[in-house]
């Protein structure tokens, strides 16, 4: 079966993608709205997040139970996440309940009710959770990481700080969904069972006369020190360590994302082998490509005991800088046959669809169906990836260290 | 949607759910053997045993292993529970042979010195991983309080000093033991060649030998503890609570998850509106987890540790409400609605349904589809929840809390 994406842009701009695939008895669909924690004025780090918490309670003629026991009854599964660029919210259900899943959604987007007897309430659900980063160090070492190494607002991340958290009053959390729920930069996947004339001229009812917002520009500042030490009373030592790469928007993304993919897909990839294998230093170790619109990096994190820790530091560094040196056929064709599994599984999720779709537009403003991926895959070569690594070699490394004891780096740093 | 099964002379069983539109096959060997089968001595065994079945057989080196397992794409991976170790793989329906061949090579592992010293530091690691993070292996203390000399109690990651002490012949003994073919599953789901499947499995295993493989079933007599432990360096302090609750072979489990759901899904439920809505837990919910002859609720509970007595009291008296005065059919029906949606959903997955068509042949020797799965969510009624309330009381269990505090009011 060909696969086909569907794409209307609205006038005001809103962009609808959708990808059916009628085998599925489910739809899945993602809104990004870019209302992401960059948008943050610099004295109220964590608006967005406590701006889409308060859109949760209660939209359109719903009050905050209301909302949530409707779209329980529809069988919503429903996710939110804020990003750096984005708000998204999303849903999976059987297909027969997408209709009435997007009228809710629609209120939300236009109509929240933002009620101000609740904000204290959404101001301490958004203070518990910048609390609970502090027991959690692994993940706390890899939003340090982002932070120190992209200028702001790019590194940020949702959670804000307490200082911010604490001066956002009702009237800033109005003006921000006012200015940043807009149709401009908006995007809908949907994937799954659906009919798509129907879907298009449902969601054109839905948004067609919303208004656009206001842009703004956004400035960006150096974060400053690239090589840091969080001390913590842990048993392990957290090491994150970051690179540039490029854009998923970039030409060259896909050698870039293979090669890390030789580094470290797979149980046979080169970090878990050195790292973990050979060598027994941490159960969990990896690097993963990080897109941003216009930049790219490559994060990567290891987390071991402290006595461990500098010769963890030592060969996962080693590891990155031995990458450029090229990647070999054998583990090139392995990577293929990942990622074309990869491809066909992920067919069989409407969920992982809607939000590549919806991300896809977001960087490349299109959508890409899966047997495009596949050929560019398929194009991919041990001289096209290496021409691209012998270019663009890990250096001018951003490491965060999160532990009872600082560690030397003494490898790639300029 | 097809259910098909087999066994070999020597008990291996093999079941399957064919499914001819599915794009992908899952594969996994599930081994009835677990934290609670192990004694003292080799307390973790099951778990670094799971990790050593990756190291290596007569056939491959621990290389080989990954490398090929890679070749093919697969998704793979493997978890060790209280009562079951699964090594699983999802692939492509044209690698069945490849995957299947070296499923079936890594269950008669070598088990080799070298590998066994290395790993064992990765081991180590992993507990110290799990140590650093919320409840900082707390829940193994509430285990071991609630269950109290029944084998339920056992950690599944074992101690430092126990992996430490553990030695390459007593896990090579407990292997012989415990990976014996009739107390093995072979289970598939998605587009697979079953007949295939059942010649392959012969070839593989069928000189596989056989031993017996007990496991001891006692009755449960759940303690009531109320433990606190201080650790300084948390910012949050995390309670939980374990209850008795149905189990596995018990029809009435599928209530107990309905009426979890209703209290305590971190979406929508009562503790979600008492607790977590208006931000005075970072989280609160409470979930049900069946085992062989064992079942147990569990409450877990985050928030600032001056909140933490105030926040129990007002759990406790969710649980003790529900008792009380019951649930609502409204409440009921939202809970379904959502639970068939996840079925649903999940379904759509072969690596899903691989554990579901294996979990439940392993459990009851039973297969559900499902739609059956779906019928029976459905046929629920207030009575059954009402009736499981009385059964299994939400308010008489175990208790632990960690974090900053030194002392907390029990309610």
Not at chain 1, 211 to 223: F, H, K
Request: charge should be negative; aromatic fraction near 8%; glycine fraction near 6%.
């Amino acid at each position: 079966m060909s696969q086909k994406i569907f794409t209307h842009v609205y006038a005001n701009g809103m962009v609808l993608l959708a990808e059916p695939n009628p085998s599925l008895e489910s739809v899945a669909f993602t809104f990004l709205s870019p209302s992401g924690c960059r948008y943050d004025p610099i004295d109220q780090a964590g608006l967005a997040t406590m701006s889409a918490d308060m859109a949760l309670r209660g939209a359109g003629n719903r009050d905050s139970r209301q909302f949530i026991n409707d779209l329980e009854t529809l069988g919503v599964n429903k996710h939110e996440a804020v990003t750096n660029a984005h708000t998204s919210f999303s849903g999976a259900m059987l297909a027969e309940n997408l209709s009435p899943a997007l009228d809710i959604y629609a209120d939300l987007l236009r109509r929240p009710v933002l009620p101000n007897d609740k904000l204290e309430e959404a101001r301490q659900v958004v203070l518990l959770e910048l609390v609970a980063i502090e027991d959690d160090p692994s993940h706390k070492v890899m939003l340090e990481l982002r932070r120190r190494h992209y200028p702001d607002p790019y590194g940020r991340s949702s959670q804000g700080d307490l200082a911010g958290i604490q001066s956002i009053t009702q009237q800033d959390v109005e003006r921000y969904c006012r200015n940043r729920y807009r149709p401009q930069g908006t995007i809908l996947g949907v994937a799954g069972k659906f009919d798509w004339e129907q879907l298009r001229d449902h969601v054109g009812e839905l948004f067609g006369d919303w208004p656009e917002g206001r842009e703004e520009d956004i400035a960006e500042t150096e974060i400053g020190e690239k090589i840091v030490h969080l001390e913590h009373d842990s048993s392990q030592t957290q090491i994150g360590i970051a690179y540039e790469s490029v854009a998923y928007s970039n030409p060259d993304y896909f050698q870039a994302s293979g090669a890390i993919g030789v580094l470290s897909g797979g149980m046979s990839s080169r970090l878990f082998t050195e790292v973990r294998e050979k060598r027994g230093l941490c159960y969990s170790v990896y690097a993963t490509p990080h897109s941003l619109e216009h930049r790219g990096a490559v994060l990567c994190y290891a987390g071991t005991s402290a006595e461990r820790a500098q010769e963890t530091l030592d060969v996962t560094l080693g590891e990155l800088v031995r990458l450029s040196q090229g990647v070999e056929a054998a583990e090139l064709d392995r990577l293929k046959a990942r990622i074309k599994s990869g491809l066909i599984m992920q067919q069989e999720s409407s969920s992982a669809r809607s939000s590549s779709l919806a991300r896809d537009w977001h960087h490349l403003k299109r959508g890409r169906t899966l047997e495009e991926v596949g050929e560019i895959v398929d194009r991919l070569s041990c001289e096209t990836i290496n021409k691209y690594l012998a270019e663009h070699p890990a250096r001018d490394f951003t490491i965060v260290t999160l532990g009872q004891q600082p560690l030397e780096v003494t490898v790639g740093v300029s | 949607m097809e259910f098909l099964k087999a066994q070999l002379p020597n008990g291996l069983e093999i079941v399957a759910e064919f499914d001819p539109n599915a794009h992908s096959a899952g594969y996994g060997f599930f081994v009835q053997t677990g934290s609670r089968d192990e004694t003292d001595d080799i307390s973790g065994v099951s778990h670094f045993l799971e990790h050593m079945v990756f190291k290596g057989t007569p056939h491959r080196s621990a290389d080989d292993v990954n490398r090929e397992f890679d070749e093919m794409g697969a998704h793979y991976n493997a978890f060790t529970s209280e009562e079951n170790t699964v090594y699983h793989a999802a692939v492509l329906p044209e690698y069945q042979e490849p995957c299947v061949a070296l499923l079936a090579d890594i269950m008669r592992p070598s088990l080799r010195q070298a590998d066994f010293d290395t790993e064992k530091k990765v081991i180590i690691e992993e507990i110290k991983m799990y140590s650093d993070e919320p409840p900082f292996g707390a829940d193994d203390r509430l285990k071991a309080a609630f269950f109290g000399s029944h084998p339920m109690a056992r950690s599944i990651l074992g101690t430092e000093e126990s992996i430490i002490a553990l030695t390459a012949e007593q896990m090579l003994e407990y292997f012989r033991r415990r990976y014996s073919p009739g107390n093995i599953l072979l289970a598939a789901a998605g587009r697979i060649d079953f007949d295939a499947l059942v010649k392959q499995a012969t070839d593989l295993c069928g000189a596989w030998d056989a031993v017996e493989a007990p496991r001891e079933r006692p009755e449960v007599d759940a303690a009531e503890a109320f433990l606190v432990e201080q650790r300084d360096s948390a910012a949050q302090e995390y309670i939980m609570q374990l209850m008795s609750g149905p189990a596995a072979n018990d029809a009435d489990r599928f209530a107990a998850k309905i009426l979890a759901t209703v209290l305590g899904d971190d979406s929508g439920s009562r503790l979600y509106w008492e607790l977590v809505d208006n931000g005075l837990a970072e989280h609160a919910s409470l979930s049900h987890y069946d085992y062989d002859h064992a079942g147990v609720y569990m409450t877990s509970l985050g928030c600032e540790p001056e909140r933490a007595a105030e926040n129990l009291a007002t759990l406790v008296a969710v649980l003790r409400d529900a008792e009380e005065n019951g649930i609502t059919q409204e409440e009921l029906t939202q809970a379904q609605s959502k639970i068939n949606s996840r079925i649903v959903l999940s379904s759509e997955r072969p690596k899903n349904r691989l554990f579901n068509v294996g979990g439940n042949w392993l459990q009851r020797r039973e297969y559900r589809s499902v739609r059956h799965d779906l019928d029976t969510v459905s046929a629920v009624s207030l009575d059954d929840i009402h009736a499981v309330m009385a059964k299994y009381p939400l308010t008489r269990g175990s208790t632990l809390a960690i974090g900053p505090l030194a002392t907390l009011a029990q309610p």
